[in-house]
């Protein structure tokens, strides 16, 4: 299969999909979906990558905004400092990134990396791989009804771009220390420790949602950006109708760092930031403001048995706008908009719950872990009893069960005890991939009988609509 391509290669940095070898099914080098916009649509610069990643960490290592902590772990007290001491580091170039795409998917991105295994549409996992335009991801959907209050009238979908500074990067090129773009051979390498991030890791996101201002108020003056998708409904994509070039704006922007000494329980920081169209700035980045941080799970705070009980390690910003706090997680931990931490019609003690506050930044995060070859996943991101169906069935919240989402561990050590596992130090985007990887890997060596294949689809179609970072 070769994929349609309107730009030239540059050293270093694909502009658009490789052409994927005969022997392959999927190429893990590929930069997008493989639909690329007619010029009619779109005659833009298209999304690409650099996957060269570093082959070591630059000295001295710059983590400017541990001069908010003093020497000290975080704190609520100093969190929005901390949360604008990030966005800060992070401003050049990313104030091009979200505030005009067409300059940034022509500028160098130098120190910005994405991820091998996630341009192409994988469908035995449900990835829906890159859009051609800006490099998204196709997120999560939220009913009308979920920000009425704050006068969305449409069904709503992110989609959502991932980078990883250059520290970051480092961990991505050991994972993938043994890929070969001329022969588009990839697999990972994690058995010496490898998905472990070093200190310094900054990973940001940015998710955009699919409605207007006049759909949707709260985005009124947000950046504007277009991608090349599918229309959805409330069932996910429609994927027997074409894409079309779709705008989106900007609604939130994640900041995750790893900082041992900001979060000595877990070793990263969670913050995130909302767009305020009220706030003061010159521009759309100048009002993404904090929603909040955290830095630790608050594990003795049972918040289902003692709700009044304040958490310790989330801060949430009090001047937030009201629309961003509507989707906060379990006991009011950090969750941001669109990460679905509240879930709807769940069974809870075999009773149907209408809404339950299910999960939070660091607790969906903190579940991920990879079995060599294996292409399930070994924890799912919310508290729900095996097997996962549809509606959910939670356990008791504030139970033994319930609480293991909610336990502080370092990135090192899984949740699940499934021998042979490999912890993934957080990262979601990293287990989705290797789940990507993996599944090829079952397809080559048939592996999957047609019922078989029509049942893992089924189950990871599920799996997929939590993905977050």
């Known amino acids: 299969m070769s994929l349609v391509c309107r730009k030239q290669i540059l050293p270093a940095v694909l502009i658009a999909t490789l052409s994927l070898p005969l022997a ?47 020497g000290m772990p975080l704190n609520k007290a100093k969190a929005h400092d901390y949360v604008l001491a990030l966005k800060q580091f992070v401003e050049d170039p990313m104030r091009i990134f979200v505030t005009q795409p067409e300059v940034w998917n022509q500028h160098p991105q130098t120190g ?36 009425a209050d704050s006068g969305l009238t449409v069904d709503v979908r992110n989609h959502a771009a991932i980078y990883y500074n250059q520290t970051a990067a480092y961990a991505l090129g050991r994972v993938w220390q043994d890929c070969d773009a001329v022969t588009a051979s990839c697999s990972p390498s994690l058995m010496a420790g490898e998905a472990q991030f070093p200190e310094g890791s900054v990973i940001i996101k ?9 759909e949707w108020p709260v985005l009124e003056g947000a950046a504007a950006w277009q991608i090349y998708r599918r229309p959805f409904n409330q069932q996910g994509t429609i994927h027997d109708q074409p894409p079309v ?42 009002r993404m403001v904090p929603l909040g941080a955290m830095w630790g799970l608050d594990p003795d705070v049972n918040s289902a048995l003692h709700p009044e009980q304040p958490l310790q390690q989330t801060y949430v910003n009090p001047e937030a706008p009201d629309y961003a706090t509507v989707t906060l997680g379990y006991g009011g931990r950090l969750s941001g908009p669109f990460d679905i931490a509240v879930k709807n019609d ?25 079995l060599p070859n294996s292409d399930k996943m070994l924890t799912y991101f919310y508290p729900a009893k095996p097997p996962i169906s549809t509606p959910l ?23 699940t005890d499934e021998a042979g596992a490999i912890a993934l130090d957080y990262s979601t985007f990293m287990e989705m991939v290797l789940m990507n990887y993996a599944s090829q890997q079952q397809t080559q060596d048939n592996q999957l009988s047609d019922e078989a294949y029509q049942q893992f689809w089924k189950t990871w179609r599920l799996h997929i609509q939590a993905f977050r970072h």
Not at 36 to 57: C, N, T, V
Not at 267 to 285: E, P
Not at 352 to 365: D, E, F, P, Q
């Open 24 to 70: 392959a099914e999927v190429n893990p080098f590929a930069v997008n979906d493989g639909n690329i916009p007619d010029a009619s649509e779109y005659d833009g610069p298209l999304f690409r990558f650099d996957y060269q990643y570093p082959d070591k960490i630059q000295e001295p290592l710059e983590m400017p905004w541990r001069e908010v902590l003093d």
């Open 112 to 147: 910005w990396y994405s991820m091998l295994w996630a341009g192409e549409d994988i469908p035995v996992t449900g990835w829906e791989g890159r859009d051609a335009i800006y490099g998204t991801y196709t997120g999560q959907i939220q009913a009308a009804s979920v920000y």
């Open 206 to 214: 940015a998710a955009a949602a699919t409605a207007t201002p006049d």
């Open 245 to 286: 070039v779709t705008d989106v704006r900007v609604a939130i922007f994640d900041i995750i760092v790893k900082d041992s000494v900001a979060a000595p329980d877990t070793g990263w920081v969670f913050s995130t930031l909302v767009y305020d169209r009220d706030a003061l700035g010159d521009d759309a980045w100048d």
């Open 346 to 370: 769940v069974y809870v003690d075999g009773k149907l719950v209408k809404s339950l506050r299910s999960s939070s930044c660091m607790s969906c995060h903190g579940t991920v872990a990879y």
């Open 393 to 415: 069935n939670m356990y008791t919240p504030g139970s033994d069960d319930w609480n293991a989402w909610f336990t502080n561990r370092w990135g090192d050590q899984t949740q």
